[in-house]
């Protein structure tokens, strides 16, 4: 499994998330297999999203996609920031 980890700064995280929530058959058709959605407790308007992919081509070329979504105005419109997507290979995942 290979995860695209996302670190955004937004205005506000509810409007940021349904905006997210528009994506849902974006990410589906692109071959995201789950996600996880995190806020920094120290600044909420911190969010981290990992994306699970089956490989590292499949979240590489959703990363290339991602700078896409993130120069529409809608995105503009609730991002302050981000960094550069991060493909990272799992190496371990244990459910407890």
């Known amino acids: ?3 695209l980890h996302i670190d955004n700064t937004v205005h ?3 409007s940021w998330k349904a905006a997210f929530d528009r994506y849902e058959a974006f990410r589906k058709e692109r071959g995201v297999r789950s996600y996880r ?3 920094d407790a120290a600044d909420p308007r911190r969010v981290l999203v990992d994306l ?3 490989d590292a081509g499949a979240a590489a070329e959703f990363g ?3 700078r896409r979504i ?5 995105s503009q419109q609730q991002l302050i920031s981000h960094r550069d997507p991060v493909v990272l290979d799992v190496v371990v995942h244990q459910t407890l």
């Open 52 to 54: 699970d992919f089956d």
């Open 1 to 3: 499994m290979t995860t």
């Open 70 to 74: 993130w120069a529409t105005p809608l």
């Open 37 to 39: 959605i995190a806020r």
């Open 12 to 14: 506000d995280y509810d």
């Open 64 to 66: 290339a996609a991602l």
